[in-house]
């Protein structure tokens, strides 16, 4: 079993609509969680981060994360053309002092 | 701001060459990380760094060695170039604040090994 797993996409949605990308992880002492979009050619860039459980949200990005069942979700509001690109689901376990990848969900956004 | 910076953008070299990729960081950052990223296999931890002179083996540390001489400068040393090292390679660091701590990416160096 990976140790983040991410459906690979493509993930499909219209302008406007909501997308939801979703991760799990199977290290339960698992204590930070990030999310990173990166366009093609480009390195990662780091757009949401949570730490406990519940809801965060900063703008047209809400990080969810359920320690309990392992899995942490972004969803992006009001999808735009541009929020087109590949999202890394990242988990940081204190005991290996490093950030474990997901593959990347791909997301296309249509018009 | 958080600025990681990379020597090249773009890098061809050839079979048997050694090959140094620098890093850099400016933010006093303890922890540096080298990564590739190859397509279809996900960003892949090639070696990373606690502080000076330390180093740890990540999952795919074969063919390659570091140096950390200096906190903010972390190098990636190819020491005789490969043409299954061409990649992407990425250099990040970790910003601690508390219980926080978010890394971030440098731009990249593609290397090509003809």
């Known amino acids: 079993q990976k140790e983040v797993e991410q459906n690979s996409g493509p993930l499909s949605v219209p302008e406007g609509a909501i997308a939801s990308l979703n991760c799990t992880y199977s290290d339960r002492v698992s204590q930070s969680f990030f999310w990173y979009r990166q366009y093609s050619g480009k390195s990662p860039e780091l757009i949401m981060s949570i730490y406990s459980n519940g809801d965060k949200e900063d703008g047209r990005f809400t990080a969810q994360l359920n320690k309990a069942s392992q899995y942490v979700s972004l969803l992006i509001r009001d999808s735009q053309p541009s929020d087109s690109a590949t999202y890394l689901c990242?988990?940081?376990?204190?005991?290996?002092?490093?950030?474990?990848f997901g593959t990347g969900t791909r997301l296309q956004v249509t018009l | 701001d958080v600025k990681v910076t990379q020597s090249s953008r773009y890098l061809v070299k050839r079979t048997g060459e050694k090959v140094f990729l620098e890093c850099v960081q400016d933010?006093?950052?303890?922890?540096m990380f080298w990564y590739r990223q190859d397509p279809g296999l996900g960003l892949r931890l090639i070696y990373f760094?606690?502080?000076?002179?330390?180093?740890e083996k990540g999952d795919i540390p074969e063919g390659y060695s570091v140096s950390r001489e200096k906190k903010e400068r972390f190098s990636l040393i190819l020491e005789s170039a490969s043409t299954n090292q061409t990649s992407m390679y990425l250099c990040a660091s970790i910003s601690r604040t508390g219980v926080r701590h978010e890394q971030y990416f440098g731009p990249g160096t593609r290397l090509t090994v003809t």
């Open positions: 933010m006093d950052h303890e922890n």
């Open positions: 990242a988990v940081y376990t204190g005991t290996a002092s490093k950030l474990t």
């Open positions: 760094s606690y502080d000076v002179k330390m180093k």
